[in-house]
Nanobody, 119 residues
Framework: QVQLVESGGGLVQPGGSLKLSCAAS????????MGWYRQVPGKQRELVANSPFSGITVYADSVKGRFTISRDYVKKTVYLQMNSLKPEDTAVYYCNADLISNGRRSDYWGQGTQVTVSS
C-alpha cells in the first residue's frame, strides 16, 4: 500500500504565504515524479506544479514566479511554497506521485488539503 499524506493548508490573507507538504510512504520501488494539483468545485483538477525525479519541473502559468516546488529524496516528501497568494488560488490542493509499487506503475493521490485565500 502507498499513502500520500498532505499537510499545511489553511486560511491566509491575500499576499500571504503558505507551505504545503506531502509525504509518501509504503511499498515504493521506483518514484518517477511528485507534484501538486488543485481543484475548485465545478471545475476539473488542474496541474499546479510537477517535479520529475529526472526531468524539467513544470509550473502552471498562473503560479509561475509565486509558487516553488521542492523535494526531499530521502524523506520521499514534496513541498509547495506558495507566496503572494491570491483569492483565485483558493482550492483543494492534492499531492500526486507517479511511482512503481508491487511491480505496477500508477498515479497515487493524497486526500487533499484546503487552501483559502481571503481577507
Amino acid at each position: 500500500q502507498v499513502q500520500l499524506v498532505e499537510s499545511g493548508g489553511g486560511l491566509v490573507q491575500p499576499g500571504g504565504s503558505l507551505k504545503l507538504s506531502c509525504a509518501a510512504s509504503g511499498s515504493i520501488r521506483v518514484m518517477y515524479a511528485m507534484g501538486w494539483y488543485r481543484q475548485v468545485p465545478g471545475k476539473q483538477r488542474e496541474l499546479v506544479a510537477n517535479s520529475p525525479f529526472s526531468g524539467i519541473t513544470v509550473y502552471a502559468d498562473s503560479v509561475k514566479g509565486r509558487f516553488t516546488i521542492s523535494r526531499d529524496y530521502v524523506k520521499k516528501t514534496v513541498y509547495l511554497q506558495m507566496n503572494s497568494l491570491k483569492p483565485e488560488d483558493t482550492a483543494v490542493y492534492y499531492c500526486n506521485a507517479d511511482l512503481i509499487s508491487n511491480g505496477r506503475r500508477s498515479d497515487y493521490w493524497g486526500q487533499g488539503t484546503q487552501v483559502t485565500v481571503s481577507s
